[in-house]
């Protein structure tokens, strides 16, 4: 963990100098309310100034520790070295000529750099985009051209985004599809390894689901099966050893595509490039987003040649996808994973943070799991002796940690889950630091 390389000129420490949110931050949200729709939410309504390394900084002068990387999208940090040069040279050279009218090298680059750290070592192929939604979309349509089938698998507790085929991959109803329906067809759910609650190993919850296609869509009916390796939104759900080459194996035996969604685990978030790397599993279809161009719009679908190159010429593509100003900061922003090991600092970060989790689930029988891998890990907080979700202590030890400067997110299809997705670049001062916050608020919301 060294962000003392990445701090630029943003202090690495917490420090309030106001209440949070402090006065700027409330004149700012009134100015707000008054012009940006409802219905976009907001964790915590202080407004930035600046960020670095593992803090952020607000208009009242108050320094945040970020425990959630804007969703695990800065894992090189905000404004990393290696991203601001790379955007700024780009930026100054030419900011958009559509990739589909008048190519350019970056998009390549970013190409060549996926088929190099994405999981497998067959020849690959990729296509880029503006947003996970869009690569998880795109996804589907390349698998299901290239199978001639329709059907898409998806999982309890899966996110996949917001747009109107993904809002039909992700599970949860509120917010994401609340009277936003109808949604796409076909497209059929099945159950998740969830360890905590099922108690299954992963072959026997791989059985479990594939039964269910089997029965109720049928192999030879279905394009792909899509699966979070770690599930983000929906609680950080690590399914049990097993479950994801099972189905992986079973995609293969009946010409299934295999999509792995990356977006939130890929990029060193787990300890590895992919978080699918950890068991070895190999998709056919791989798709990422955030964490891989520091901060900057972009994701992508990479896999199989023979799948990607299936596509009829101009069936895919869009006009900002690949836009060479964030081709430019995802060269940065990998360059910055290599030359950091930010794998390495993922698996340091859960070397510091895990048995300080652990000592908390120890501690308080509130805390019924502790999981994730790498800098990606939670907390599910349940009701005493039981797995019954307590949404409301989610949410009070979240604002707790807010109001003492430490930015943490909650997740779960019961919002009772507290997720943590500190950049990879954090000092482990600032680290510990939070992390005695984070005691601090069971000590005083449990005592
Ligand atoms: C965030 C996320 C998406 C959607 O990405 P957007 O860029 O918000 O559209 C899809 N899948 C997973 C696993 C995600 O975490």
Request: proline share 5%.
């Amino acid at each position: 963990m060294t962000g003392v390389l990445h701090a630029g000129a943003v202090e690495q420490v917490r420090r309030l100098v106001t209440e949070v949110p402090g006065p700027r931050s409330r004149e700012l949200a009134a100015r707000r309310a008054a012009t940006v729709s409802a219905g976009v939410g907001t964790t915590l309504p202080v407004f930035v100034e600046r960020a670095g390394g593992g803090v952020v900084v607000d208009v009242d002068g108050n320094s945040l520790i970020d425990l959630g990387s804007g969703i695990a999208v800065v894992s090189v940090g905000n404004a990393a070295p290696r991203v601001v040069e790379a955007v700024q040279q780009q930026v100054a050279a030419f900011t958009h000529t559509c990739f589909m009218v008048t190519p350019y090298e970056g998009y390549v680059a970013v190409c060549e750099a996926l088929a190099e750290l994405t999981p497998g070592t067959h020849a690959k192929k990729s296509a880029l985009f503006n947003s996970g939604s869009e690569a998880v979309e795109n996804a589907v349509k390349i698998a299901r051209h290239a199978t001639g089938r329709q059907a898409v698998v998806v999982f309890d507790h899966a996110y996949h985004g917001r747009t109107n085929l993904t809002m039909a991959l992700t599970a949860k109803s509120m917010p994401y599809k609340h009277r936003f329906g109808p949604f796409a067809g076909e497209v059929y759910r099945v159950p998740m390894s969830y360890p905590f609650r099922d108690g299954l190993s992963g072959a026997e919850a791989a059985a479990r689901a594939l039964t269910q296609v089997e029965v109720q869509v049928g192999a030879g009916n279905t394009a792909a099966v899509l699966v979070e390796p770690v599930q983000g939104e929906g609680g950080f759900v690590v399914p049990a050893p097993g479950f994801l080459r099972a189905l992986a194996d079973w995609c293969a035996a009946h010409g299934v595509v295999f999509i792995a969604d990356e977006i939130q685990t890929g990029f060193c978030r787990t300890g590895d490039w992919f978080a699918c790397d950890a068991e070895g599993v190999v998709p056919d279809l791989v798709t990422t987003a955030k964490g891989m161009a520091g901060g900057l719009p972009l994701a992508a679908v990479t896999g199989r040649a023979e799948i990607m190159d299936a596509v009829h010429p101009g069936g895919l593509g869009g006009t900002y996808g690949g836009n060479p100003v964030a081709c430019a900061a995802a060269v940065g922003a990998i360059e910055t994973m290599r030359a950091e090991d930010l794998s390495g600092a993922a698996r340091r970060i859960e070397a510091v943070m895990l048995p300080r989790l652990q000592a908390l689930a120890a501690r308080y029988p509130q805390v019924g799991d502790v999981r994730g891998r790498g800098a990606m890990l939670a907390l599910e907080l349940v009701q005493p002796g039981g797995v019954e979700p307590d949404p409301v202590l989610a949410g009070a030890i979240a604002r707790a940690c807010h109001a003492q400067g430490v930015i943490v997110l909650t997740a779960g299809s019961y919002g009772n889950v507290l997720r943590f997705l500190p950049p990879l670049v954090i000092g482990e001062d600032l680290l510990t630091e939070a992390l005695d916050v984070l005691d601090a608020a069971f000590a005083t919301l449990l005592s």
